[in-house]
């Protein structure tokens, strides 16, 4: 027999319940007692964004925000979440945390990441900090090396990681230095976000030891970096330079240029922030000779090769006999961190466009036609050691990562091609829809099989979830914007889709101890006006607007009016509405119980949030319980919910029941994680730490 829900929990999952499934229908131009509200055309008001204009791109965008809220309709954060190590996982069947897989996400998420995700995120980039090379300590047991001071690694968990990338013949590759810059640039983004004064004082040492270490593979001849195999960030497709004796030395990389490069454009700014002019002096130099540089990586019609050798044969030139393939990775992070100027960024994308078989299936290859390059097949894209997933289109050769993807998305959001991000977002969400956030996608992103999470010891009844894919929706989201935090300001760069006439965000961006809740009347790509609070905003460019981080209120209501006309484009494919975080109300709906499994965690942590109420201090802790209950609401109208046929994986009965029955685990997980580190904390925490885990406590002791 179940038990009753407690009263208290049915007054949460109301509120819940009108969050996911009622609150914000499409605007009702008219309504008369008891009759269903009628749509205006043009007008939506979502859960978490609203606007005029074209409804599609609004529901787009107010969808991607589901992604990091517990929901019914999208996978979400909760399900990525590790619950004995409080932090995040790459999840899918994969225990541990990777750089170049959770790189895009972290990225693209940051600005408006909302408590306990923050500190969440933080504890798992943690999990490379913590592991840091130091010269003695040896990397986990498969991989026994003792890594340079300074180098982060491959993937990571509690007191343990892999300092080299750990797929291939590991023993021959180079340490991993684009990661460990990809690493700097999303700590100093995380930094520059929270403006954290004591973070910055316990992070800044360990970021300036992995600078030391990416320093020393400087090559003072031309300022580039020469770099041996698979040290590239989606590694291994790297394969450096082939030698005489069939070993392979070292090349000068152009994405660990680039990723560097973004990463010292960031630590400037934080050693502007701590006032620390020697630092911000040598950091300087480092910055402007890495800059300079990176002409040498161009090709001539100005994208950037993958490699160069060192007796100058370029590595990714499409055309050319030898190595003549377009990097779609390092020319994407190279727009979209903004290393490339504008007239490269337009060149990289002019070269993109032109190329449709490096976007097959509209996301963004690694690399097309296939590699010739790698160590596996020196020489011949299609030859012996190419088979099964080292083959064109189904791994780091010509695959399709979300990663990356999320990275592309902002390319094209800073160049204004919408229409890019439609088509892009939109597949990623029919497959997101099906609950088959595949990492990769293979067969150049068809994926009509994955032979990772088809079958095999990843294959969880048809139901994959993971970290990669959630750049997609982040970078959907941060790309309206185009965030740009420097040590005083937030640079606003505003990219609403033309079709969008209006468009308020109702999520605040994070600056510092501000929150920021934007809005936008969309003419164009120039901004003619601004306001704060209702305040006119002196606007001294019309490409940027900023924001002084210590002339903002607490809360800052910014509106900005932009003109100039966007080009007109063409729409792709229709949107994938079916399930809809915003639907009308159905009386005949019935809502499906409370499973059993669930009922007393939820009385706990009803119970929890009471006690936590009135507990000064507390607010990660409160959102934790908050999230913990939506997540287990989230389940019970998942499994009322009719989710439709699916678009690339069948939702048959048995996935929808696999389904549900994935909300039940994550759920548990989430109440699980709070019990265990309030365990932690009323076994070795600090006063304020064992007063919560007393709380939680006398939570349990609830009936």
Request: hydrophobic share 45%; with cysteine; proline share 8%.
């Given at each position: 027999m179940m038990k009753s829900v407690p009263?208290?929990?049915?007054?949460?999952?109301?509120?819940?319940?009108?969050?996911?499934?009622?609150?914000?229908?499409?605007?009702?131009?008219?309504?008369?007692?008891?009759?269903?509200?009628?749509?205006?055309?043009?007008?939506?008001?979502?859960?978490?964004?609203?606007?005029?204009?074209?409804?599609?791109?609004?529901?787009?965008?107010?969808?991607?925000?589901?992604?990091?809220?517990?929901?019914?309709?999208?996978?979400?954060?909760?399900?990525?979440?590790?619950?004995?190590?409080?932090?995040?996982?790459?999840?899918?069947?994969?225990?541990?945390?990777?750089?170049?897989?959770?790189?895009?996400?972290?990225?693209?998420?940051?600005?408006?990441?909302?408590?306990?995700?923050?500190?969440?995120?933080?504890?798992?980039?943690?999990?490379?900090?913590d592991n840091q090379g130091d010269g003695k300590r040896i990397g986990r047991p498969d991989y026994p090396l003792v890594a340079p001071d300074g180098c982060l690694g491959d993937c990571a968990s509690p007191g343990s990681i892999a300092y080299r990338q750990g797929d291939g013949d590991w023993k021959i590759h180079d340490w991993f230095y684009e990661a460990t810059?990809?690493?700097?640039?999303?700590?100093?983004?995380?930094?520059?976000?929270s403006r954290d004064r004591k973070a910055l004082a316990y992070y800044l040492p360990k970021m300036q030891r992995a600078c030391e270490f990416i320093e020393k593979s400087r090559d003072p001849k031309n300022n580039l970096f020469l770099v041996g195999p698979a040290c590239n960030l989606l590694a291994p497709s790297y394969g450096g330079v082939k030698q005489p004796d069939g070993s392979f030395g070292k090349g000068y990389l152009a994405g660990l240029s680039i990723t560097y490069l973004a990463a010292m454009d960031r630590m400037v700014e934080l050693y502007k922030l701590t006032g620390d002019k020697d630092k911000l002096a040598q950091y300087g130099q480092r910055q402007k000779i890495t800059r300079e540089s990176l002409p040498l990586l161009l090709t001539p019609v100005g994208y950037f090769v993958k490699s160069l050798e060192p007796g100058g044969v370029k590595h990714?030139?499409?055309?050319?006999?030898?190595?003549?393939?377009?990097?779609?990775?390092?020319?994407?992070?190279?727009?979209?961190?903004?290393?490339?100027?504008?007239?490269?960024?337009?060149?990289?994308?002019?070269?993109?466009?032109?190329?449709?078989?490096?976007?097959?299936?509209?996301?963004?290859?690694?690399?097309?036609?296939?590699?010739?390059?790698?160590?596996?097949?020196?020489?011949?894209?299609?030859?012996?050691?190419?088979?099964?997933?080292?083959?064109?289109?189904?791994?780091?050769?010509?695959?399709?990562?979300?990663?990356?993807?999320?990275?592309?998305?902002l390319m094209y959001y800073r160049l204004g091609k919408f229409e890019d991000i439609r088509r892009s977002a939109t597949r990623a969400m029919k497959w997101a829809k099906d609950f088959r956030m595949d990492e990769p996608w293979s067969q150049r992103g068809e994926n009509t099989n994955n032979s990772w999470s088809d079958s095999g010891q990843f294959h969880i009844g048809g139901v994959v979830v993971m970290v990669d894919n959630f750049a997609i929706p982040a970078a959907t989201i941060r790309g309206l914007f185009d965030y740009d935090y420097r040590a005083d300001r937030l640079i606003l760069r505003p990219r609403v889709p033309g079709s969008i006439t209006q468009y308020t965000q109702k999520e605040p961006v994070r600056f510092g101890e501000k929150r920021l809740y934007l809005s936008c009347r969309n003419g164009g790509p120039k901004i003619a006006a601004a306001t704060v609070n209702g305040k006119a905003l002196k606007v001294t460019s019309p490409d940027a607007l900023a924001l002084m981080y210590d002339a903002l209120p607490a809360e800052a209501k910014i509106e900005i009016t932009t003109e100039g006309g966007w080009p007109k484009e063409s729409p792709g494919a229709a949107y994938p509405a079916v399930p809809a975080?915003?639907?009308?109300?159905?009386?005949?709906?019935?809502?499906?119980?409370?499973?059993?499994?669930?009922?007393?965690?939820?009385?706990?942590?009803?119970?929890?949030?009471?006690?936590?109420?009135?507990?000064?201090?507390?607010?990660?802790?409160?959102?934790?319980?908050?999230?913990?209950?939506?997540?287990?609401?989230?389940?019970?109208?998942?499994?009322?919910?009719?989710?439709?046929?699916?678009?690339?994986?069948?939702?048959?009965?048995?996935?929808k029941a696999s389904i549900t029955a994935f909300y039940e685990r994550v759920a548990l997980a989430m109440y699980k994680g709070f019990a265990t580190r309030m365990a932690g904390w009323a076994a070795k925490g600090d006063a304020r730490q064992q007063r919560l885990a007393a709380l939680f406590s006398k939570a349990q002791q609830q009936p």
């Open positions: 009263t208290s929990f049915r007054i949460v999952a109301l509120v819940l319940v009108t969050i996911a499934t009622g609150q914000g229908q499409p605007v009702p131009a008219a309504e008369s007692p008891g009759s269903a509200p009628a749509v205006v055309p043009g007008r939506y008001a979502g859960r978490y964004c609203a606007g005029e204009g074209d409804v599609e791109f609004l529901r787009l965008i107010d969808e991607s925000f589901a992604f990091f809220h517990p929901n019914p309709v999208v996978p979400n954060l909760t399900m990525i979440y590790q619950p004995e190590w409080d932090t995040l996982l790459e999840a899918g069947g994969w225990n541990a945390w990777w750089i170049q897989n959770s790189y895009g996400f972290s990225y693209a998420a940051t600005p408006f990441l909302a408590a306990p995700w923050v500190s969440m995120l933080q504890r798992s980039w943690d999990l490379f900090w810059a990809a690493g700097l640039v999303m700590q100093a983004e995380i930094l520059l976000a990714g030139v499409l055309g050319q006999p030898q190595f003549g393939y377009l990097e779609g990775v390092a020319n994407a992070d190279a727009v979209a961190l903004r290393v490339a100027d504008e007239r490269t960024a337009a060149s990289i994308y002019q070269q993109i466009a032109a190329f449709p078989a490096i976007r097959p299936f509209d996301f963004l290859l690694t690399n097309a036609p296939g590699l010739d390059d790698t160590y596996w097949s020196w020489g011949n894209p299609a030859g012996p050691g190419l088979e099964g997933f080292h083959q064109f289109g189904d791994w780091v050769n010509g695959g399709v990562w979300g990663t990356v993807e999320g990275r592309a998305i975080l915003v639907v009308k109300d159905d009386p005949a709906a019935a809502p499906a119980a409370l499973p059993e499994s669930l009922q007393r965690p939820v009385a706990v942590l009803t119970a929890m949030a009471k006690l936590l109420a009135a507990e000064p201090g507390s607010g990660d802790e409160r959102a934790f319980v908050a999230v913990a209950l939506e997540a287990c609401e989230a389940r019970r109208l998942r499994a009322a919910m009719d989710p439709g046929p699916g678009y690339y994986r069948a939702v048959t009965p048995e996935r």
